[in-house]
């Protein structure tokens, strides 16, 4: 059976929503943030080396990076669903999009994260920070384009990468309404509310 190495307020949540919507049976292993940094214990290390989560084992194969786990669950039991025909053009503007979840889009919400924990020391950089996710989340509602999904008209695994992201965004979506449409809608899933009923309490659920 699959294993989750879940860690509370993270990425993981997304692997859970996505096997659930999968239908695929899966055992979590749970891991609770420290106090009073957030950060990971350090128990997650013996799993991965970087103390990262979700760690994802399936058999002998043993996966990081929840975007790598997206396109590996897809692959193995999607059963040619949540991903576009390969080499069509949705395909391509598949893999952009999951690859721009984490390859742009976190890093200005992680910077702001990092910058508030500095407070004053940071404010020469919070105009910049605030402009970049501002740039982002437009770019992302001109992208969703007012559909109900970022890529074709059925769920794929770059809904799973790019809901997380809108989620860290918290009250910052409140200028876009189409996001804030599409982030309620995706939250209110039966498969995504099975997952956090299973991965407990999940602080990034900006409604």
């Known amino acids: 059976m699959i294993k989750v190495h879940h860690l509370n307020n993270s990425r993981s949540q997304r692997i859970l929503w996505l096997l659930e919507e999968l239908g ?33 084992e399936d058999g002998s194969r043993v996966i990081a990076e929840s975007g790598a786990e997206v ?6 039991y999607g059963g040619g669903k949540f991903k576009p025909k390969p080499g069509s053009d949705d395909y391509w503007r598949y893999i952009e999009w999951m690859h721009y979840a984490e ?33 982002n989340l437009s770019y992302m509602e001109a992208g969703l384009g007012g559909r109900a999904f970022f890529v074709g008209d059925a769920l794929t695994g770059a809904d799973i990468q790019l809901l997380f992201v809108l989620e860290a965004a918290g009250a910052r979506l409140e200028p876009h309404p189409g996001l804030v449409k599409y982030r309620a809608a995706m ?11 299973k ?4 602080q990034l659920m900006g409604r």
């Open 199 to 202: 991965g407990g309490p999940y």
């Open 24 to 56: 695929t049976p899966y055992e979590i292993v749970r891991y609770q943030r420290m106090s009073p940094v957030p950060l990971a214990p350090p128990e997650l290390k013996k799993v991965h080396p970087l103390g990262k989560s979700p760690v994802l």
């Open 187 to 197: 939250q209110a899933r039966p498969a995504y509310q099975r997952g956090i009923e």
């Open 71 to 76: 396109e590996y669950l897809i692959d193995t």
């Open 103 to 135: 390859g742009s889009a976190m890093l200005p919400l992680l910077m702001a994260l990092y910058t508030g924990m500095l407070g004053d020391a940071a404010a020469a950089l919070k105009p910049r920070v605030d402009s970049e996710i501002a740039n």
